[in-house]
């Protein structure tokens, strides 16, 4: 769960299918993923994993400027990561757990 004092969102209701059902919609995305990661200022904060179909994938700026178009601004990642491939179980589920883990390396939980 992705949790910081501002904003109060339920974010498994509203941030992470909103972010996850947009995101793969913008040209050249073919997958992605949203996980909390640690945030000095507001515990945790968002980022889309994402596996970019083509060469030439989007850059940043002009990722949150795509999502800032379509949702709220407070439901945006905050920051993007690229990778080959997102983990899922043999029923198709994301495996969160493996994304989240090399941000979380060195803390005793994986929540702030």
Do not use: Q
């Amino acid at each position: 769960m992705i949790s910081s004092a501002f904003p109060r969102v339920n974010p498994t209701m509203v941030l992470i299918p909103s972010v996850r059902m947009l995101t793969p919609s913008r040209p050249s995305v073919s997958d992605a993923a949203v996980i909390g990661v640690p945030h000095e200022k507001w515990g945790e904060t968002v980022k889309a994993v994402l596996v970019i179909s083509g060469e030439d994938g989007p850059d940043d700026d002009a990722l949150k400027a795509w999502c800032r178009e379509r949702l709220a601004g407070y439901k945006c990642p905050t920051s993007y990561d690229r990778v080959e491939a997102i983990p899922r179980n043999p029923s198709g589920k994301i495996l969160k757990t493996e994304l989240r883990a090399p941000y979380w390396e060195g803390r005793e939980r994986m929540v702030n």
